[in-house]
Nanobody, 123 residues
Framework: VQLQASGGGKVQPGGSLRLSCAVSGFSLDDYAIGWFRQAPGKEREFVAAIRRSAGIKYADSVKGRFTISTDNAKNTVSLQMNSLKPEDTAVYYC??????????????????WGQGTLVTVSS
């Protein structure tokens, strides 16, 4: 099982970035994929999750600005981030889990993690 996150970079406030998580070794039909982020000196926090059989969930801080989606043919999960703010600056990680949907925002429930990609929002 492998996950590889990409697409990070530096963007000005109000800008957009699209992160991708390429997965291998398992089917997106069987797992939920979550995006988390960790800013310097802070704990890892939930951003968004998607599972084909359950739906989509977002953290309140990103609702209306971020969109998570899957491309089953390519086995990738994307996170489109619009209207970025300086407080969105963090290392973003994708991870996989088979936990019940009600626990999908808990990072301790995830088994496999990608390496992280840095997003910097600054003028």
């Amino acid at each position: 099982v492998q996950l590889q996150a990409s697409g990070g970079g530096k963007v000005q406030p109000g800008g957009s970035l699209r992160l991708s998580c390429a997965v291998s070794g398992f089917s997106l039909d069987d797992y939920a994929i979550g995006w988390f982020r960790q800013a310097p000196g802070k704990e890892r926090e939930f951003v968004a999750a998607i599972r084909r059989s359950a739906g989509i969930k977002y953290a309140d801080s990103v609702k209306g600005r971020f969109t998570i989606s899957t491309d089953n043919a390519k086995n990738t999960v994307s996170l489109q981030m619009n209207s970025l703010k300086p407080e969105d600056t963090a290392v973003y990680y994708c991870a996989s889990t088979r936990v019940v949907w009600s626990s999908v925002s808990d990072p301790s429930k995830y088994n496999y993690w990608g390496q992280g990609t840095l997003v910097t929002v600054s003028s």
